[in-house]
């Protein structure tokens, strides 16, 4: 049996669990589970702050990426029937940044399918960030794939100040999913950011028929980018991907899971992003209290994410401010 309170009081003494003992917990046993989620509570409700973290994302390209990742419906090497669009205009990325300020949302994000931005792409999206900026009310943030330091730099010097690249999976896992780029690619670009100035969001997507262990692995890979944000998507089968029959987690996989990265990161941003609406409003509650104090809201990239009041209605009965 895993000593789970002793591994609790280590976290909220100030120490660090090691490697070993954060992979100890992919032995917890089902008795266990209540023992595990309400440790991870505790250590949420002394580390964590009570201020919910929202954001937004805009699809801001879609569809034909070249890389063959297998969880996404973007990628063009897998038939989907999402929309597929070029860069959008200035008029659509004021207006949707306008809709989430007004929704009192805090961060704003641009995401773009395709290896990386690029070029005349992405000299476009740093003068939009610029407009951005310069009117306030948002805290800017980009998801544009393995940009280099300069492609970065210009992306910070016109007012993004925090750069997402998730790791996706372990890196044992990461090669079965993806041949085009690697977890260490990923963490290249990752540390660039960080040098610049960037803060750091990046986590993953749970359920793509990885092991318990290597979801474990996944969120002590992510302590080396020491990120401020980590979410953690819900993979969603999506029809035409290599995954679109892959059998979901059970909740109570879902809630051991986000009790890991509690565990192994104590004081972080852990987010709800994709797939939550899988998990019934009790199971969601638990996340909240459990560790999940950050979130995206509204609509994500190529499936319906949630409504802003409802989530609103969720977050206070979750027990935190917004």
Same mark, same amino acid.
Request: glycine share 8%; proline share 3%; charged share 25%.
């Given at each position: 049996?895993?000593?789970?309170?002793?591994?609790?009081?280590?976290?909220?003494?100030?120490?660090?669990?090691?490697?070993?003992?954060?992979?100890?917990?992919?032995?917890?046993?089902?008795?266990?589970? !209540? $023992?595990?989620?309400? &440790? *991870? #509570?505790?250590?949420?409700? =002394?580390?964590?702050?009570?201020?919910?973290?929202?954001? @937004?994302?805009?699809?801001?390209?879609?569809?034909?990426?070249?890389?063959?990742?297998?969880?996404?419906?973007?990628?063009?090497?897998?038939?989907?029937?999402?929309?597929?669009?070029?860069?959008?205009?200035? !008029? $659509?990325?004021?207006? &949707? *940044? #306008?809709?989430?300020?007004? =929704?009192?949302?805090?961060?704003?994000?641009?995401?773009? @399918?395709?290896?990386?931005?690029?070029?005349?792409?992405?000299?476009?999206?740093?003068?939009?960030?610029?407009?951005?900026?310069?009117?306030?009310?948002?805290?800017?943030?980009?998801?544009?794939?393995?940009?280099?330091?300069?492609?970065?730099?210009?992306?910070?010097?016109?007012?993004?100040?925090?750069?997402?690249?998730?790791?996706?999976?372990?890196?044992?896992?990461?090669?079965?999913?993806?041949?085009?780029?690697?977890?260490?690619?990923?963490?290249?670009?990752?540390?660039?950011?960080?040098?610049?100035?960037?803060?750091?969001?990046?986590?993953?997507?749970?359920?793509?028929?990885?092991?318990?262990?290597?979801?474990?692995?996944?969120?002590?890979?992510?302590?080396?980018?020491?990120?401020?944000?980590?979410?953690?998507?819900?993979?969603?089968?999506?029809?035409?991907?290599?995954?679109?029959?892959?059998?979901?987690?059970?909740?109570?996989?879902?809630?051991?899971?986000?009790?890991?990265?509690?565990?192994?990161?104590?004081?972080?941003?852990?987010?709800?992003?994709?797939?939550?609406?899988?998990?019934?409003?009790?199971?969601?509650?638990?996340?909240?209290?459990?560790?999940?104090?950050?979130?995206?809201?509204?609509?994500?990239?190529?499936?319906?994410?949630?409504?802003?009041?409802?989530?609103?209605?969720?977050?206070?009965?979750?027990?935190?401010?917004?």
């Amino acid at each position: 049996m895993i000593d789970i309170k002793a591994l609790k009081t280590k976290i909220l003494s100030g120490d660090t669990l090691t490697a070993e003992e954060a992979l100890s917990l992919s032995e917890i046993e089902v008795s266990q589970q !209540e $023992e595990l989620w309400s &440790a *991870a #509570e505790e250590i949420t409700g =002394a580390l964590c702050d009570k201020t919910f973290d929202s954001c @937004s994302i805009v699809n801001a390209r879609s569809g034909k990426c070249p890389e063959n990742c297998k969880w996404c419906a973007q990628s063009a090497h897998h038939k989907t029937n999402i929309d597929t669009y070029p860069l959008i205009s200035r !008029e $659509e990325c004021m207006n &949707a *940044a #306008e809709m989430n300020r007004k =929704a009192g949302i805090r961060r704003f994000s641009m995401v773009t @399918s395709g290896r990386k931005m690029q070029g005349k792409d992405l000299d476009t999206v740093c003068d939009y960030y610029k407009e951005l900026n310069h009117k306030g009310g948002l805290h800017l943030c980009a998801s544009m794939g393995l940009l280099d330091r300069d492609e970065l730099q210009k992306l910070y010097d016109s007012g993004v100040t925090r750069y997402h690249c998730n790791l996706e999976a372990a890196p044992s896992f990461f090669s079965q999913l993806c041949s085009t780029h690697t977890v260490e690619d990923k963490i290249n670009t990752i540390l660039m950011a960080r040098e610049i100035g960037f803060e750091v969001c990046s986590g993953g997507i749970i359920g793509m028929g990885e092991t318990r262990r290597q979801r474990i692995e996944l969120a002590l890979e992510l302590r080396r980018v020491d990120p401020h944000s980590i979410p953690i998507n819900l993979l969603c089968p999506i029809p035409g991907t290599p995954l679109e029959n892959q059998k979901p987690l059970t909740e109570d996989e879902v809630l051991n899971t986000i009790s890991f990265f509690r565990f192994i990161h104590p004081t972080k941003v852990l987010r709800f992003a994709g797939g939550r609406a899988q998990l019934e409003k009790d199971a969601q509650l638990r996340a909240l209290k459990i560790g999940m104090n950050g979130g995206i809201m509204g609509d994500l990239l190529t499936t319906i994410g949630s409504k802003v009041e409802e989530d609103k209605r969720l977050i206070a009965e979750g027990g935190y401010e917004y």
